[in-house]
């Protein structure tokens, strides 16, 4: 029988491999670099393949596979893994997926990224995105969208649609996204991935470009909940270059063995009657849910009065973060220079304008006209107040439980084009911005496909802030009563969209 490619194995396999000497380090970089060069065509994940990059690393695994050392590398040694592409990289160039920064190269290497190649992870390459992570589709990328491996002419989620869709295709068995509002658990729940925001502070953000300041979150995509646990043990802990981070002593990998029972998990009636919530994906999470009591959990309805302000007091403080996060893209330090202007002021003007998609400009514009006077004191401020009513609802709900299960999005991945309204558009986050407003940590677990749509549906799962152990404990319980996450059945057995 023919090896599965490198890209459709997991880490665990990845690692018995070389250390069975089955094949080595260096057979893995150029079999995920074969694979990536034929099945990444119809689906565009990759922006950027580092070839070089990547052998040399495998060059340091195989020496320490000879040296006897390979155990001492780190949790990620010899296993492909990609990045999306707000994170910087030496070598690289970091785009965000925008014109703006089109030729911009990485000047340093960001912190997340580092700790990946000091646990022995071989860099693969810079994933597609939407542009400075706007967006639930990855349709705003300037460099063309990612399709969804499940089915070619549908989104595969967004902002960090490259890096589910980089999993789901089987090109590399982790990759490395950011989540402002769901932009991680989105794109897992649309591809059938594994998909984890950590709480806000245990992953640095050091060399991440930054959208919402107070909202990002680096986090890993997984076809196993195992192997984004040993993502999450090489990325996570303090780091003295971002003064939000937090220090980590935590094995995530530690509890995945111990299921559900005894655990406590909440389940919050308003989000499974939410307008526009289709009747397959709510019935997958009644049946999560019920299939957790059978297995010894107790279920615990909950309630968060205040989250249904989540969305108004999100697309408050995003954009204004937004705003002045951009504003250092001014084409005369760095950025898209459109130089055919005497005057210093009409060249910003033009530059910022070509430079920025629609997207970009349309929530610059927002947030310039929230933090204006007069303004500031009528929106910003009250949404601050509704922020900390959400974190204190989210506080009280965990009190009663130990996890809460909920819906990721209202429905499967849709078809390019079919949501033009971006306010619409903006729904797809309705179930995750919350967890982004109070800091928890939050995860999509795959629970199979919609009877409706035949595409895959994800579980959320949100636990208290610096409990994330918790609900990887309970996502590898559901993960035995559903199966471990496949490849999507195109670009299985060495299928390239078939």
């Not at 655990?263 to 999470?285: H, K, N, Q, S, Y």
Request: negative net charge.
């Amino acid at each position: 029988m023919a090896q599965q490619p490198f890209g459709a194995m997991s880490a665990a396999q990845i690692q018995a491999g070389l250390k069975a000497k089955e094949f080595s380090a260096a057979e893995v970089a150029r079999g995920a670099l074969d694979r990536i060069a034929v099945a990444d065509e119809p689906v565009h994940s990759f922006l950027e393949v580092t070839e070089e990059l990547a052998l040399e690393a495998a060059a340091r695994v195989d020496d320490a596979l000879v040296a006897g050392t390979f155990d001492e590398l780190g949790p990620l040694a010899g296993v492909p893994v990609g990045f999306k592409d707000n994170m910087n990289l030496v070598g690289t160039r970091t785009t965000c997926s925008s014109r703006m920064l089109a030729d911009y190269a990485s000047p340093y290497t960001a912190t997340c990224v580092q700790r990946c190649l000091d646990a022995g992870a071989l860099p693969m390459g810079k994933l597609n995105m939407d542009e400075f992570a706007f967006g639930s589709s990855t349709e705003t990328s300037a460099f063309g969208p990612t399709r969804n491996p499940w089915d070619l002419g549908r989104v595969p989620g967004g902002s960090s649609g490259g890096s589910a869709a980089a999993v789901a295709a089987g090109l590399v068995p982790v990759t490395l996204g950011s989540d402002t509002g769901g932009s991680i658990r989105q794109p897992a729940s649309f591809c059938g991935v594994v998909g984890i925001k950590p709480t806000y502070g245990l992953v640095s953000r050091y060399g991440v470009v930054a959208f919402g300041s107070s909202l990002d979150q680096v986090g890993p995509f997984s076809r196993t909940v195992a192997d984004a646990a040993l993502a999450m043990n090489a990325i996570a802990g303090r780091d003295p270059l971002d003064c939000t981070s937090q220090p980590n002593d935590v094995d995530f990998a530690a509890a995945l063995d111990e299921g559900a029972q005894g655990m406590r998990v909440g389940i919050v009636p308003e989000f499974l009657e939410a307008p526009g919530l289709t009747p397959e994906v709510r019935e997958r999470i009644e049946e999560v849910a019920a299939k957790l009591e059978a297995e010894g959990a107790t279920l615990v309805d909950v309630h968060l009065p205040n989250a249904k302000a989540a969305m108004s007091a999100y697309y408050v403080l995003g954009p204004c973060e937004a705003f002045s996060n951009l504003a250092r893209f001014d084409s005369v330090r760095y950025g898209y220079c459109d130089s055919g202007h005497k005057d210093l002021n009409a060249q910003y003007e033009a530059s910022r304008a070509t430079g920025f998609g629609e997207e970009a400009r349309r929530r610059i514009m927002l947030g310039s006209y929230l933090l204006s006077a007069g303004v500031y004191e009528r929106y910003y401020y009250p949404a601050q107040q509704v922020r900390t009513l959400i974190t204190q609802d989210y506080a009280r709900a965990f009190e009663q439980v130990d996890c809460i299960l909920a819906p990721v999005s209202p429905r499967t991945a849709f078809e390019f084009g079919e949501i033009g309204d971006p306010t619409e558009m903006y729904l797809s986050d309705m179930f995750t911005i919350s967890i982004n407003i109070a800091g928890n940590g939050g995860m999509s677990v795959p629970v199979g496909i919609g009877r409706d749509t035949g595409l895959p549906i994800g579980a959320q799962l949100v636990a208290p802030a610096f409990q994330d152990r918790a609900m990887m404990r309970l996502a590898a319980a559901i993960e035995r009563l559903y199966g471990e996450a496949p490849v999507a059945p195109g670009f299985a057995d060495g299928k390239a969209g078939e």
